[in-house]
Structure formats: structure tokens, C-alpha cells
């Protein structure tokens, strides 16, 4: 069973940054393709940014690419997103995700709020 647990949101004004975690549980944390969605009030969820199990590979969304930076630490099991020049448009709960033994598991969110 994969358990993650998001950490590191809040409300900050607009330009600054945010550092979100994702802690997760399992003994093949190394294993997991990991990633983050996050879904505004009276959005759909939206894929944000993705990394693959050793770091070496990563994905954005044209929407966050040149400000967010998406890592792990597998010595850690724990994933991180980095977002800078944060824009009222990144409102929204943020999730992440990780893909193991064919399924996907989902944390609980945390809230970003960006002031203007």
C-alpha cells in the first residue's frame, strides 16, 4: 500500500515562491513514477509536472515550465516542486501522484493560495 502525504502549501502573494513536498510510504519509493496535479475551484484537475523514478527524466506543463522544478529524494522517499514567480492562476489544491504495481495512488492535496 502507497500512502502519500503533501506538505508545504499556503498563501503567499503574487512573485513569490513555494516549496511543496510529497512524502510517501512504501519500500519501492525508487520505483514510483511520481507527479503532481492540481485542481482549482470549479476547474478539472490538471496535470502540473512529473518525474520518473530516478530523477533523470521530467515533465511540465506548459503553464508552470521556467518557473516550477520538480525532484526527488529517494533516500528520503520524498518528492518536491519548487515553484517560483508563483501567479494567482496557481491557486488550487495540488496532489500528487505516484504509479506502482500498475496503479495510481493519490495523496490528500494542499492548499496554494496566490494573492495579487
Known amino acids: 500500500q502507497v500512502q502519500l502525504v503533501e506538505s508545504g502549501g499556503g498563501l503567499v502573494q503574487a512573485g513569490g515562491s513555494l516549496r511543496l513536498s510529497c512524502a510517501a510510504s512504501?519500500?519501492?519509493?525508487?520505483?514510483?513514477?511520481m507527479g503532481w496535479f492540481r485542481q482549482a475551484p470549479g476547474k478539472e484537475r490538471e496535470f502540473v509536472a512529473a518525474?520518473?523514478?530516478?530523477?533523470?527524466?521530467?515533465y511540465y506543463a506548459d503553464s508552470v515550465k521556467g518557473r516550477s522544478t520538480i525532484s526527488r529524494d529517494n533516500a528520503k522517499n520524498t518528492m518536491y516542486l519548487q515553484m517560483n514567480s508563483l501567479k494567482p492562476e496557481d491557486t488550487g489544491v495540488y496532489y500528487c501522484?505516484?504509479?506502482?504495481?500498475?496503479?495510481?495512488?493519490w495523496g490528500q492535496g494542499t492548499q496554494v493560495t496566490v494573492s495579487s
Open positions: 518525474i520518473n523514478w530516478s530523477g533523470g527524466n521530467t
Open positions: 501522484y505516484a504509479l506502482s504495481g500498475g496503479s495510481d495512488h
Open positions: 512504501g519500500r519501492t519509493f525508487s520505483s514510483y513514477s
